[in-house]
């Protein structure tokens, strides 16, 4: 069975840290990855995608993400974080159908 | 509208008795997914809705879990004979099309007395 896994569920980091949150799956084909983000009291909205080509992908607000298909994972990085990233980050894949499978998540905690 | 919109967003209820959790997706939007997310976890998917054809519900966890989306719109999860392991917010989000970019309602927060 497909799933997803997020290596850190709490994250801590200074304003200006840089930032890396580590994302795994396991499905042995294609697939469509992505980031999705839920700020506080917001909805669950999309951060960055991959389908194909380029394995670094940019999203907004200054995140991106690599694609690295021999390790199957899709981390995502921002150089530097502000307050404003302060929010819970999930990776999620599509592989072979129409489920989304999501990890756990990832609560960023960025101080001021 | 908008954006997806569910209702109600937040929904008390006695064990035993049946709920529907209602969805409107965006307009023109193909595909509308269901998913159900507990406390410090993911969103799990329950069902997924290709126009008004049920396409995938090996999400659903039990026989009182069903879904419909007869004209190819709104969609209602119905809960029956509801427990308290039911307890969680439910998701709904829709896209253009399968395996695009997924828009998320603000979710419904049940909570199982």
């Known amino acids: 069975a497909q799933s997803v896994s997020q290596h850190n569920h709490h994250v801590i980091l200074s304003e200006a840290a840089s930032l890396e949150l580590g994302c795994n799956y396991s499905?042995?084909?294609?697939?469509?990855l992505f980031w999705y983000v839920q700020y506080p009291g917001q909805h669950l909205q999309l951060l960055l995608k991959?389908?194909?080509?380029?394995?670094l992908v940019k999203g907004i607000k200054g995140f991106e993400a690599e694609f690295i298909k021999s390790k199957f994972s899709f981390n995502l990085r921002k150089p530097s974080v502000q307050w404003s990233d302060t929010a819970e980050y999930f990776c999620?894949?599509?592989?072979?159908?129409?489920?989304?499978?999501f990890g756990a998540g990832t609560r960023l905690f960025v101080k001021a | 509208g908008a954006g997806v919109s569910q209702s109600p967003r937040y929904k008390v209820t006695k064990r035993g008795q049946d709920v529907a959790l209602r969805c409107d997706p965006i307009?023109?939007?193909?595909?509308l997914y269901w998913y159900r997310q507990a406390l410090g976890q993911g969103p799990e998917f329950l069902t997924y809705?290709?126009?008004?054809?049920?396409?995938?519900k090996s999400g659903l966890p039990n026989d009182r879990f069903s879904a419909e989306r007869p004209e190819g719109s709104i969609s209602t999860l119905t809960i029956q004979r509801t427990e308290q392991r039911d307890s969680a917010m439910y998701r709904c989000?829709?896209?253009?099309?399968?395996?695009?970019?997924?828009?998320f309602g603000p979710g419904t927060r049940l909570l199982v007395l």
């Open positions: 999620a894949v599509i592989g072979g159908g129409f489920k989304t499978i």
């Open positions: 307009s023109g939007h193909v595909s």
């Open positions: 991959y389908f194909s080509g380029d394995p």
């Open positions: 809705f290709n126009y008004e054809a049920q396409q995938d």
């Open positions: 499905y042995g084909g294609t697939v469509n």
């Open positions: 989000a829709s896209s253009l099309a399968t395996q695009e970019t997924q828009y």
